[in-house]
């Protein structure tokens, strides 16, 4: 329904996007009924197409009673630029992540995120700081689909040898990094020191990639806040590839990920 009245107004999806907040893929995928959609969501939408108040109002109460959120909307710390990462994990195909001084989410114990959580750049409380473990946790579950995405990780050795938590929690976190490289569907690459400069400098990013014909989606965490640029898609593949290309194969890795746990029984 959404998409008609989409096309009745003669929009884009990338101009209906905009005016709603959110990404153009999301939009797809919102009108394919691939994701649930928030009331204040579908609102915006139909205003934006200039709907009339009664058909507004007919669509608002079903998306209200249909109860299609994603579970991660039932969290009052998650904001929209969270709850919109999150969306896209649970839908993605394919996952591509380089992180170049932590862990990344999806791969992290709880006791490594509530370390990190601490000493974070936000004051959070406890309570707030255990219900993002949750969250985080939950996300998790993707690895455990029946059809999981296929996960690419890369990462640089910081990530590997800053021990966040201390030397114990860090032993755990390289161990359980480990684990989960051991599934078909997960790889894990590291860029050493050695490797000098590379294209990764300018910070991590993520790549989303959904059924084929759809467009990838990249996301960006930073202390500017999470973007999701709409431009140049194909220049961060190109850099996560070059990134990859250098990266040390995945024995040598998980190699290297021993040799660092090794190290700091030291």
Do not use: C
């Not at 009924?33 to 928030?38: D, K, N, T, W």
């Not at 108040?53 to 209200?64: L, N, P, Q």
């Not at 990462?155 to 390289?174: N, T, Y």
């Amino acid at each position: 329904m959404l998409k008609q009245h989409r096309e009745q107004a003669g929009m884009s999806i990338e101009g209906a996007a905009k005016a709603a907040g959110i990404s153009g893929p999301h939009l797809s995928r919102i009108e394919r009924a691939r994701v649930g959609v928030r009331v204040p969501v579908v609102k915006l939408l139909l205003q934006t197409y200039r709907a009339d108040a009664g058909t507004i109002e007919e669509m608002v109460e079903i998306a209200g009673i249909k109860g299609d959120r994603g579970w991660w909307h039932d969290f009052p710390s998650i904001n929209r630029p969270y709850q919109t990462l999150i969306g896209f994990e649970a839908v993605a195909s394919t996952i591509r992540n380089y992180e170049p001084f932590i862990v990344p989410g999806l791969l992290q114990t709880e006791e490594y995120t509530r370390a990190l959580l601490q000493r974070g750049p936000a004051r959070l409380s406890e309570e707030t700081i255990s219900e993002r473990i949750t969250v985080r946790t939950q996300r998790q579950t993707i690895l455990d689909r029946d059809d999981p995405p296929v996960l690419s990780f890369v990462l640089d050795e910081a990530a590997i040898r800053r021990p966040v938590g201390g030397p114990d929690v860090m032993r755990q976190q390289l161990q359980h990094i480990l684990d989960v490289a051991t599934r078909p569907n997960v790889d894990v690459a590291v860029i050493p020191f050695a490797a000098g400069a590379h294209p990764g400098s300018l910070g991590s990013f993520v790549i989303h990639s959904f059924a084929p014909g759809e467009r990838d989606a990249i996301y960006i965490e930073g202390m500017a806040g999470d973007l999701y640029p709409e431009r140049r898609v194909e220049w961060y593949i190109d850099v996560f590839n070059r990134l990859q290309s250098i990266a040390l194969s995945d024995v040598d890795s998980v190699h290297f990920i021993r040799k660092a746990i090794e190290e700091m029984k030291e």
